[in-house]
């Protein structure tokens, strides 16, 4: 069931570097979120505190709130694990286990969870390959390794095994940076298929894809040098690139720096 993300006054840091500072957003549910903006203003740091990835970092840590459906993930006694199963993650690089098989791809956190039977694990693997839209390509060759897809067919297997488990969020780092016209609209295909079902934050540099992907944009950008990230201006996709409040968002959209 997909779920709102509200976060409030977050600031971010890697030891004693201040990375991100005083982010307050809220993601609806059923909704595409794009973060945009400059290299290093923060984008992908704020998106893995969304889901305690950034935590694994050593010195890494995070204070405010995260709270999903009004429960802070980083709460006393919530376990990170499942947290990170109830919020998947997609990578900029697509990143099958290569020598396992497709359908061992797709079912690899749910045997990690402890499910064993044939038939469950089929069926969760047909269900996801097709909610990645992947089913009709692979059908015939799910006991083949996964190393041996198209970058494109990779991604989408990456995120058949993050809808497996069914998540209420997906997160997705860049999800089509390192793939071809082609496959990259295919995947900004899925991700409008997705959101009828999963609440979905996607960080891109692409503006256009952000544009034709998103329904909300935040725009995060760099004070000065050595200085945090922080959020900009948070608003609807349409507004933000036709009409921003800030001269900030404007500047970066129209190419004037960044």
């Not at 990259?184 to 256009?208: F, R």
């Not at 995060?220 to 945090?228: I, R, S, T, Y």
Request: with cysteine; net charge neutral; hydrophobic share 40%.
């Amino acid at each position: 069931m997909a779920k709102r993300i509200d976060v409030k006054d977050v600031d971010i840091y890697y030891g004693k570097f201040h990375a991100v500072d005083g982010v307050t957003l809220s993601v609806p549910p059923r909704n595409v979120t794009a973060f945009i903006g400059p290299s290093g203003c923060g984008k992908s740091t704020v998106l893995r505190t969304l889901n305690r990835m950034h935590e694994v970092i050593p010195g890494a840590r995070v204070e405010g709130e995260v709270l999903l459906d009004g429960e802070d993930i980083y709460g006393a006694g919530v376990d990170p694990v499942q947290v990170r199963r109830t919020i998947g993650m997609v990578f900029q690089r697509p990143n099958p286990f290569p020598t396992m098989s497709i359908r061992d791809n797709v079912v690899a956190g749910l045997r990690l969870g402890g499910t064993k039977g044939k038939k469950e694990l089929d069926d969760v693997a047909e269900r996801a390959l097709r909610g990645a839209n992947l089913w009709n390509e692979v059908k015939d060759r799910l006991n083949k390794p996964g190393g041996g897809l198209s970058g494109g067919q990779q991604q989408r297997l990456c995120i058949a095994r993050a809808i497996a488990v069914r998540p209420d969020v997906l997160l997705m780092d860049e999800p089509c940076s390192a793939l071809d016209p082609i496959s990259t609209l295919a995947i900004e295909d899925l991700i409008g298929e997705l959101k009828k079902e999963y609440t979905i934050v996607i960080v891109t540099h692409n503006m256009q894809q952000a544009a034709r992907v998103s329904d909300q944009t935040a725009f995060f950008n760099l004070a000065g040098v050595g200085q945090p990230g922080r959020l900009v201006e948070l608003n609807d996709t349409e507004k933000i690139f036709s009409n921003p409040d800030e001269k900030a968002t404007e500047d970066y959209i129209s190419g004037r720096f960044g």
